[in-house]
């Protein structure tokens, strides 16, 4: 089983959908977690961090349960320029501390 | 400039051959990363430099594979003999402090290397 885990997708959805991605990881001690956004061909760009409280920048929305080893990211009013690949990312606690990085969920949004 | 700056964006090379990729690292950063991300596929950890301390080599495929940072700034990946699956785009990312705690990775527009 990978560290963490995201469902590729793609997601196609028409634009002002609301759409949510879910990313479950396997290190209980994990303590940090951050979604960054991958457009085609571009480098990979942090997007926000996720609180234990949950926190929302605008139209997205970003939550973590620790009980169930998910965090949540939430897109309302979805536009064409979300359109991109959704990276989870949470940090490997204890001595080896790293940042693990899953493989991405593709979203697409349509006229 | 004031972003992570790889060189070069495109490098074609024929099988068997080294290649070094460049990156210059945002100034003040003392925590530098290499990945590499293959065509669809997820970013793959090689190595990590902060500061001073010893770097975390773990994730370098072979030992075809090395990198070095000198002077706590500008990093070089080299991989010797290359091979056909080798081909990918490396990404650098540095960080001002550890990111396991921000999280935050400037990265760099990467190098894409063909290998013939």
């Known amino acids: 089983r990978k560290e963490v885990e995201q469902d590729p997708g793609p997601f196609n959805v028409p634009e002002g959908a609301t759409v949510a991605f879910n990313c479950t990881y396997s290190n209980s001690a994990s303590q940090s977690f951050f979604w960054y956004r991958q457009d085609c061909r571009k480098e990979p760009k942090l997007l926000m961090s996720?609180?234990?409280?949950?926190n929302e920048d605008g139209r997205f929305t970003a939550q973590l349960n620790r009980a169930s080893q998910y965090i949540s990211l939430l897109i309302r009013d979805s536009k064409l320029s979300d359109s991109a690949t959704y990276l989870c990312?949470?940090?490997?606690?204890?001595?080896?501390?790293?940042?693990?990085w899953g493989l991405g969920t593709s979203l697409a949004v349509n006229p | 400039g004031a972003g992570v700056s790889q060189s070069p964006s495109n490098k074609v090379t024929e099988k068997g051959k080294d290649v070094e990729l460049r990156c210059d690292p945002i100034?003040?950063?003392?925590?530098l990363y290499w990945y590499r991300q293959s065509l669809g596929q997820g970013l793959e950890f090689l190595i990590y430099?902060?500061?001073?301390?010893?770097?975390?080599k773990s994730g370098l495929p072979s030992d075809r594979f090395s990198a070095e940072r000198t002077g706590g700034s500008v990093s070089t990946l080299t991989i010797q003999r290359t091979q056909q699956e080798d081909s990918a785009v490396y990404l650098c990312?540095?960080?001002?402090?550890?990111?396991?705690?921000?999280?935050?990775?400037?990265f760099g527009e990467g190098s894409r290397l063909t290998v013939l």
């Open positions: 990312v949470v940090n490997r606690a204890g001595n080896n501390r790293k940042l693990i």
């Open positions: 430099f902060q500061g001073n301390s010893a770097p975390d």
């Open positions: 100034s003040g950063h003392t925590a």
């Open positions: 996720v609180y234990s409280s949950g």
């Open positions: 990312a540095s960080s001002p402090g550890p990111p396991v705690d921000t999280g935050e990775l400037f």
